[in-house]
């Protein structure tokens, strides 16, 4: 989910105008419709306030909802299992580049022999 669905949807479940969140950050309130249209710019300090009005941790608003598993032990702890599909696909990508690195290291080896 793109991060200004996520802040829409999370404006809508807490039952927020756009004016209230934007107050509610210091910002004017154009500044957060454009967040929520995928327009603005966010800083991490930004992104911090915003799950601080939330009451939610920066992960939440930075991960893709599909792959945050929250599993609360007996205590109330929090043990997050966070598994971001973009992150293997630049693991892919960077294994991919690795073979083709060793393709051309041969290939030049080789050629020097």
Request: no cysteine.
């Amino acid at each position: 989910m793109e991060i200004g669905k996520k802040l829409r949807t999370l404006r809508a479940e807490k039952g927020f105008t756009q004016e209230k969140i934007a107050d509610l950050l210091k910002i004017p309130q154009a500044t957060y419709s454009n967040l929520e249209n995928n327009k603005g710019k966010l800083d991490l300090k930004l992104i911090e306030k915003i799950a601080s009005v939330y009451e939610i941790d920066v992960l939440d608003i930075l991960s893709d909802e599909k792959f945050v598993f929250n599993q609360k032990n007996k205590k109330g702890d929090n043990n997050g299992l966070v598994i971001n599909q973009l992150s293997e696909k630049l693991i892919e990508q960077y294994e991919i580049r690795l073979r083709e690195k060793d393709e051309i290291i041969a290939e030049l080896r080789a050629r020097l022999n």
